[in-house]
């Protein structure tokens, strides 16, 4: 290949990232960028682009950014990059599924066990020093520790991290495991004996519930007063997944009026999460920055694996994970009109056939 190829990579690159761009031949460039503007300095004449969470890969980051055909995301989300304009700009948009699947199941569970144990103010009462001094404390507390044995438990979104979650959550003797997932059949809950119910019948039926669906147009908001009111009173609610399913105002009614129990989020809406939020001063209701996905494995095994996943399209390889790959059609036309970007890049179509 007669061209030099070059990467841009968004905020602090990993050295295993670089070591392997290193091994390809491939010349990087590194910065942050908080700003759509800043992030098309950043990538400017770069062949790929490894894109972060903020600020988003628009399209017009993608139209300026003219020699740009593939940007990968940090694990698997891929909701910060427009899908829609990439697919018809002939961009590939990489992520990797599976890598933090491990991370936020645990995590979810953490946030579950969290609420029905009352961790959280045991801790505070105790380093408070309550325990000694005013036993009494503890009471505004434990009446209301619950077990998870016995209880239903409902899973909005039943991919990868939904059926993780659901593994972890039958070791604790649940009585029932419902799930909504309008994309998957009875045949797959089976495997892990879960029933597929509707949204309705799940929020009403369900005493713990959490979610790990997509943010799409259609979950957008799911989560709200309307929906809020189906639960039980006594609903604990878990999101792991991304923020804008919850209606955030909605929510912190429904807990400041007790018309469920208790949330734990991990994920909010506009993050990070307002130092003034409601949510963050509602007792009921804990919240954690977005670091579900967290672990020295996550990140050691990610950052390999998004860089791979630049190389592997730039040299006419298949990639870990591809969230575009109508784009592929895109390409094979450009390249019998007018290449424009992929010119001189090998042809992937073969191998990225899925």
């Not at 946030?111 to 020093?129: F, W």
């Not at 669906?213 to 309307?226: G, K, V, Y």
């Not at 990639?319 to 042809?347: C, F, S, Y």
Request: proline fraction near 5%; charged fraction near 25%; glycine fraction near 8%.
């Amino acid at each position: 290949m007669g061209k030099q190829l070059k990467v841009a990579l968004h905020g602090r690159a990993q050295q295993s990232q670089k070591d392997l761009y290193a091994a390809a031949g491939i010349e990087t460039v590194e910065g942050p960028a908080r700003t759509e503007d800043e992030l098309i300095e950043l990538i400017g004449d770069a062949d790929g682009a490894q894109v972060g969470i903020h600020p988003d890969t628009t399209r017009r980051v993608m139209q300026a950014c003219s020699n740009l055909k593939v940007v990968s995301r940090f694990g698997v989300g891929v909701d910060s990059i427009d899908i829609d304009a990439a697919t018809e700009l002939g961009v590939m948009v990489c992520n990797v599924p599976g890598s933090n699947t491990t991370e936020v199941a645990d995590h979810a569970m953490s946030l579950l066990l969290s609420l029905t144990r009352r961790l959280y103010d045991a801790i505070r009462t105790t380093r408070e020093g309550a325990w000694a001094d005013n036993p009494r404390a503890m009471g505004e507390y434990t009446p209301s520790i619950r077990r998870l044995s016995g209880h239903t438990v409902g899973i909005i979104g039943f991919g990868n991290i939904g059926r993780a979650f659901a593994t972890r959550v039958r070791g604790f003797g649940v009585s029932r495991i419902l799930a909504f997932d309008p994309f998957v059949n009875q045949l797959a809950a089976d495997l892990y004996g879960v029933k597929l119910v509707g949204l309705e019948e799940l929020l009403q039926e369900a005493d713990f519930i959490s979610i790990h669906c997509s943010a799409t147009d259609e979950s957008r908001h799911l989560i709200n007063a309307d929906t809020l009111k189906l639960m039980k009173p006594t609903a604990l609610l878990v999101n792991t997944a991304r923020g804008p399913i919850i209606d955030g105002e909605a929510l912190a009614d429904a807990l400041e009026s007790g018309e469920i129990e208790a949330a734990a989020l991990d994920v909010t809406e506009i993050e990070p999460v307002p130092s003034d939020n409601r949510l963050l001063k509602i007792p009921n209701c804990y919240v954690t920055p977005h670091v579900a996905a967290m672990s020295q494995t996550f990140i050691r095994e990610t950052a390999v694996m998004q860089a791979e996943n630049v190389i592997r399209v730039l040299t006419g390889e298949k990639p870990h994970g591809l969230a575009n790959p109508e784009a592929i059609k895109t390409v094979a036309v450009m390249r019998h009109t007018e290449p424009g970007r992929w010119e001189d890049i090998p042809d992937f179509s073969t191998a990225l056939q899925v």
